[in-house]
Every structure is written in C-alpha cells, then in structure tokens.
C-alpha cells in the first residue's frame, strides 16, 4: 500500500541572516502492506507529518520516491489522492458551515454525484455516532465530534488509505477511547489500511498492528509493540532486598540473566534493578538461586516495557525528553501535552509502577 | 468539463458562506455609498473646473474601481481563516484541480463586485449620473478585470503569509498611494506636474481613466485604451501569481 524508498525533505529555515538547510525528513524507507493498521510515533519534531504529507502528495520530496496506493506520488498525484484519504491536524470542515454541506462538497470534488455523497454521508454520521448533526456547524461541536466528522470527510470516497495525523491529540480520554473505537472499525469493518501518527504512545500500542518509530527524520525501529518491547527493551525487575548488604551480591546474579545485553543494572537503597528480556521465564531461576545463596527478598516486581522504554532504548533519550527539545529547539506549532496526554499515556519514565499489578502486563495488545 | 465542475462546487460553497455572514459584503459596499453620498455633493459646484459637465458621471467610475480595488483585496482573509481550520489543505488532498480551488474562490468575488458595482451604479442614475449602456458595461467590464486581479493577488498574498497580522500592513502600505494617485476622488489632471508624472507609473489609475472615458461615451479615447491594456495585464499576472500559489506545494 505503501512504499517508500529515501524520502528525503529539506527546508531552507533563516534565522536572522543566517540562513540554514533542515533535513526534516532524512532518508526514510517506509513499507505497509493492504489491511495493516500502523502507527508512526516519534516526538513532535521528529518528521511525522513532514512525511505524512509527502506520502499524500501534499508536499514534494526533496529527494527519495513513494508509491502509495499503487501510483508514484510525485508523477501521478492524481490517482494517489483518488484512492487516499487524509485527516490532517487542522480538521477539514470549515467551523461556520454546516457539517453536512461541507460533507458532500468534499465528496463531490472527488467526482462524486450529490446524491451518492449524501448517501454515504448520512451513512457514515449514523456509523460515527454523528446522528443528527448534518446541519450543526463543527464550531458547536465537541472536540471529539469534530474529529469524527473529519474522519467522514476523509471516507467519503471510500479511500482504500487512510491517513490520520494525530486524531486524538486535544481529546478528553472518553473522546479519545471513544475514537480508538472508530479508527479500529476503519479497518475491521471497512478493510482500509489506516496509518497514523501520534506522540502518544498508549494510542500506538492500542491501535497498531505495527510501529514504526521515527526520530530527528530517521526512522529508528519498525516493529510490533510486542517485539518492540521484548527485544528492544526487555522487562524490567525490581528486587526489594531485606538487607541491603546483599545488594552486590544479587547485583551480579541479575547481570547473570541479562543474557549479556547491555541491561543497566542500578543500585538503589535496598533495590536492585535490572531490564531482562522475556523476565517471565528467567526470574523463578534467578529466585531459585536467590534462595540457595540465602539472600531473601521483600518483594519482586516485573514492570513490562512500555514504548517510552523502547524510545529510551533507541535513541538514549525519553520520548518526553526529546519533545522538550524538539520544542525549544525550533519553536514548531507543536501543541503542547495536555493534561490527557500525561493521564492517559502512562509514560512515567524513572518512576516504576507502584506495585506489579499496575504494570500493564494484561492491557498489551 | 472537470473543471469548470470543481469551480462551480467551490464557487458554491463559498458563496454560500458569504450569505450565511454576509458583514464583509455589507462593509464592502457601504463604504462607496457612503463616498457617493457625502462626498458627491462637495464635487458638484467644482466639476466645471475638471472639464467635466457633470459631477456623479465623473465620480461614479471612480468609486466603481475603488470597489473594485478594495473590496477584493480583502478577499484574502477569508481564505487565511480555511487555510488555519485546514479547509485548503483538505481540498488540495482531492483530486480536484488547483486552478478550480482559486477560480472557484474568484468567481465568488466577482459576482459580489458586480452586484455591489449594479447597485453604485443604479444610486449614481438616481443622483443625476448619465451614461450610455454600452458605455456602463464596458466600464462595469473593466472594474471585473481590475477586481478579479485584486482578488487573486489578495488570495495568493493571504496563502503566502497565511497571517492577517502580515497581510493588513501590507495591504494597508499598498491600498494608500492606489487611492491617492490613481485619481480615484479627484482628477490627477488638476495637480502639479510632478504628481501627474507621478501617477502616469500608477496602472490603477490609467483603468480609472478608462472606466471614466467609457462612462462618458468617448470611445475613441486613449484612456480606454490603456485602461483596458493595464486592467487585462494585471489580471493576467494576479491569475498567475494566484494558480501558482494554490498549485506550490506546503502552500
């Protein structure tokens, strides 16, 4: 559905006099087959919609080619935007129209007849729970239902892509769960292969069969969320010692199950912790052995990786981390995080999980 | 075919916004009232003296280009409103020419200037204004050109720095020598001759002269000539300038 070979993008940014080139977009391959759902994530800065709006014609490579939906989109444009459809961050319905109208005139620049397009129309408001808003203006609309109709505009061709820059971000997490929903039935009831972007890494993990992980224009991992976690980063064990005399001790037979991997092992107070791979399977050993050398424990926890952990991983840095910088480095329109963000992301980097329930070993895909 | 489908499903749409908010339409067309109205008068006991016979036949072209010129440089806000609630951008994700998105736009503004040039027109009659029909459709003609390249530089200006904040200096820095040396209230012909030579360079005020020769029935004139030479040149550069605005990617 898609493939792309080296995108790159360039823009010529002035900073005073100085003027100087940005590689938004620097060498990126890209590959998504029909029916997957996959999300692009990577902090704000890192080139998602730059490359968003190369794969939709919007805006034309510097270098590098793509082929989306069967045709190139630079030489065929055309028949690219035929069969895509795009959501972009900004919406689409104008706020003082009705949504309806704005609807079918969409519809119909795509060739559509009127009366097709407010068929499929009315259909898609029934489908996205927009019942009855056909003559509201989206700007008394809720933040989730302007999302919604947006999403409509984007099928109102029956696009076998769609494209979703960042759908939930400024949602209420009811909205944002709400839309999970919708954008899960685009593939599932409609067999339309979704890719979409967000910096919001629970909305990744939930949503995508796969991930692609982009960072300062380069893409950095693509994987599932599962594989992602296992072999990028690996569990992490936290042992509770009840003496802090063993703590070297257990130290080293941590280091043990690491499998050799650069595991970081850290001491601190009476806690030893360490990222294990597959941690369900090596941990009973390692307590067995605990228990013969005599060091007793107060307590284990294994804290599944979350993708920040993976984004640490790769790239040294918290996907937080590299948003600040992203954002005092060239002052983008990046929104800042909402309060959602931080309640619903679960992206508590250095701050493990109060106990073992909460780590999310059950909520994974 | 296509084509003149996408523009009329644009056209449509923005004329159907107009409607719902028509303030910008009334705005757009008080202010010439207003001029014909309170200004008018003050030329009546001083036409003689512009080689002219009577006051509204003179002045009525002029306020018709100044609708013309100002009514339709504001056109480009509209646009800076859909470009920021990602309208444009959606639009231009369709397959849909992006000629079709601007013509679609311009067709709008013409159809406001015409209306609001039928009614200046139809109040100039009632003050006393004579002119021959042919004489008023080809001057109503030359004010459309004039119009419609306003309109699409204003669109291409308002998507070049997609910012109000931007874009009223600059059409504020443009709109003052326009209005002051194109001959708009009063003859350029009056002034000193530095000022003349001065608005010679004014193609604005070259269709001014245009629209007034043709209003008072003199066909044969110069002034028509190069009115109608300066209004096509300048449509034809605002046409480009506009389509290749819509067409430039990351516009």
Known sequence: MIH?????????????????????????????????????????????????????????PTSGSA??????????????????????????????????????????????????????????????????????????????????LDIVMGLIHEPTLMFLDEPTTGLDPQARANLWEHIRGLRDRLGTTVFLTTHYLDEADTLSDRIVIIDQGRIVASDTSENLK????????????????????????????????????????THVRGRVPRAGRAVPGLLRDLDRAGLTLDSVEIHRPTLDDVFLTLTGRSLRDAETTARTGDGTDAPLPTAAD???????????????????????? | MTFVRESWIVFRRQLRMNLRNP???????????????????????????????????????????????????????????????????????????????????????????????????????????????????????????????????????????KSEDVMAPVINMVMMPVLLLSGILLPMTIGPKWLQTASDFMPFRHVVDGVRSSFAGDFAANGLLWGGIWALVMFALAIWWGTATFRRENA
């Open chain 1, 4 to 60: 792309a070979r080296g995108l790159v993008q360039t823009f010529t940014t002035r900073q005073g006099r100085e003027k100087s080139e940005v590689r938004a977009v620097d060498g990126v391959d890209l590959d998504v087959a029909e029916g997957e759902v996959v999300g692009f994530v990577g902090p704000n800065g890192a080139g998602k919609t730059t490359t968003l709006r190369m794969l939709t014609t919007l805006l034309r």
């Open chain 1, 67 to 148: 082929r989306v939906a069967g045709y190139d989109v630079v030489t065929h444009s055309v028949d690219v935007r035929r069969r895509i459809g795009y959501v972009s961050q900004a919406g689409g319905a104008f706020s003082q129209a009705r949504a309806g109208d704005e609807v079918v005139d969409h519809g119909m620049l795509y060739g559509l007849s009127r009366k097709v397009v407010e068929e499929r129309g009315k259909h898609l408001f029934e489908q996205m729970q927009l019942d009855g808003l056909w003559t509201r203006m989206p700007k008394t609309m809720s933040g989730g239902q302007k999302r919604r």
């Open chain 1, 230 to 269: 296992t072999q990028v980063a690996g569990d992490l064990v936290d042992l509770e010692l009840s003496d802090a005399a063993h703590v070297h001790d257990t130290a080293r037979r941590l280091e043990a199950i690491t499998e050799g991997r650069d595991s970081q092992v850290t001491i601190e107070g």
């Open chain 1, 342 to 365: 931080a309640a619903g992301s679960g992206l508590t980097p250095g701050v493990p999980p109060a106990s073992a329930a909460d780590a999310p070993q059950g909520a994974l895909r």
């Open chain 2, 23 to 161: 303030a910008w339409v009334i705005i757009g067309m008080l202010q010439p009232v207003l001029y014909l109205l309170l200004f008018g008068p003050l030329l009546e006991p001083l036409i003689s003296q512009f080689g002219a016979t009577n006051a509204y036949t003179f002045f009525v072209p002029g306020m018709l280009v100044q609708l013309g010129i100002f009514g339709a440089f504001f056109a480009g806000f509209s646009l800076i409103g859909e470009w920021r609630e990602g309208v444009i951008e959606a639009e231009r994700v369709t397959p849909a020419s992006r000629t079709a998105l601007l013509v679609g736009r311009l067709v709008r503004d013409e159809l406001q200037l015409l209306v609001q040039a039928l009614i200046l027109v139809g109040l100039g009659y009632l003050l006393g204004m004579r002119a021959s029909v042919p004489g008023l459709v080809l001057g109503t003609a030359l004010t459309l050109l004039v119009g419609g390249a306003c309109a699409a530089a204003s669109n291409a200006l308002a998507l070049t720095t």
